[in-house]
């Protein structure tokens, strides 16, 4: 019999996390995306940008999910959306030992996103790292600024359409 994601079995690790994800879908209803049910890291959207730092709080301190730990926040440029975004890998160390990460996206053009910097520490620098590579704003960020580029360096250096400048204070940049 050929596996299709109807008779496939799911992982323990998508097990865990839909009923995460469904602890906070009732919460949150439809401000969440459906649950991606990717084998390897399951993940949903934040559809409504404006919840992130509730439902951040929320995943944090529910006693049902205590999602702890921010292992890992990326930023990721989605040009053909005209959206910028980050994924957030969270984990539940100790109590429930679970995974999921979250995605959230804004307008690629002075887009917003709630800072979680004050929900998970992790988050500071790498909210700070999106900024300086992406150009993403994080509202209530405690001290966003450059961390990688120098403060006058000129774009964003991750995003697709980045054209690096031909010098930096007299000086020729490699390509």
Request: contains cysteine.
């Amino acid at each position: 019999m050929e596996d299709t994601q109807e008779n496939k079995p799911q992982s323990a690790e998508v097990i865990v996390a839909k009923a995460a994800w469904q602890i906070i879908r009732e919460k949150f209803g439809d401000a969440v995306s459906e649950l991606d049910e990717n084998p390897f890291m399951p993940f949903f959207e934040v559809l409504n940008t404006e919840k992130w730092r509730d439902i951040a709080l929320f995943m944090r301190d529910d006693a049902r999910l205590r999602f702890n730990y921010m292992a890992c926040l990326s930023g990721v440029d989605y040009p053909e959306e005209e959206k910028l975004g980050i994924v957030c890998n969270l984990e539940s160390l100790g109590e429930h030992g679970h995974k999921i990460a979250v995605k959230v996206k804004c307008d690629r053009n002075k887009g917003v996103i709630p800072s979680v910097a004050r929900v998970w520490k992790t988050a500071d620098w790498h909210e700070r790292e999106a900024f300086d590579m992406y150009g993403m704003i994080f509202s209530g960020h405690p001290d966003l600024r450059r961390i990688l580029c120098p403060e006058d360096w000129e774009g964003y250096p991750l995003r697709k359409d980045y054209q690096v400048q031909e010098t930096y204070h007299g000086i020729k940049v490699p390509d």
